[in-house]
């Protein structure tokens, strides 16, 4: 496991030069240490299923069509992953209502509208790690083939987070290894990142071994 508990020692400013500031905070990253269940590069997983329109848990328990979650991590990438051949995804991981780390892996359309979200956002000095997220499978029709088509995609709008919850999540992220195993290669294209841990780029910074 990751996260790690730690023994705090309370000490003042004429020791260490600290303030009860970041005594506080180091408290905050303790309990949320604590608090979360997160087997390190095993999040619980949610799906979204574009050809049904639902959300699930695992593939088997289906959620209904509507997710809302607040991010504590996330990647907007290029890669060819689960055997779907090269394409744009979001992967966002988030705490799920039973304090689990989950991920939720978005592709195609949908990760156009998670741009879209992104944006304002923004400008605003906010990120996704600010906002409750409400992700809705929104049906979709083709017509240029017969039989029609018909697929899901998924729209996003959000709501800002409760600054006490946000505190604690953020701290975790900072503090824990955030990625997924299943998902991960070392030719992934990232545009964009938040709190997510890559594994082959630390590999990449560590200094050579003299031998």
């Not at 009860?20 to 390190?40: G, M, P, S, W």
Request: with cysteine; hydrophobic share 40%.
């Amino acid at each position: 496991m990751n996260t790690q508990n730690k023994t705090l020692r309370p000490t003042n400013q004429n020791e260490t030069g600290q303030n009860t500031n970041e005594t506080a905070i180091q408290f905050v990253n303790d309990t949320a240490a604590r608090r979360f269940k997160y087997l390190e590069g095993h999040p619980r997983q949610y799906r979204f299923d574009a050809k049904e329109g639902v959300f699930n848990i695992n593939g088997s328990e289906k959620l209904g069509r509507t997710l809302m979650f607040q991010p504590i991590a996330w990647r907007i990438f290029t890669d060819n992953i689960l055997n779907m051949g090269t394409k744009n995804w979001a992967e966002l991981f988030f705490i799920d209502d039973k304090n689990c780390v989950s991920a939720v892996l978005f592709h195609g359309y949908s990760v156009d509208n998670i741009f879209r979200l992104i944006e304002p956002l923004y400008y605003d000095d906010l990120t996704l790690a600010d906002v409750v997220i409400t992700a809705v499978a929104e049906k979709k029709e083709n017509t240029k083939i017969h039989p029609k088509g018909v697929y899901y995609i998924a729209t996003f709008s959000y709501k800002m987070a409760d600054p006490a919850q946000t505190a604690p999540l953020k701290a975790f992220a900072q503090e824990a290894k955030i990625f997924r195993q299943e998902t991960l290669t070392d030719i992934a294209n990232i545009k964009t990142a938040m709190n997510y841990y890559n594994p082959f780029a630390q590999l990449t910074d560590e200094p050579a071994l003299l031998m």
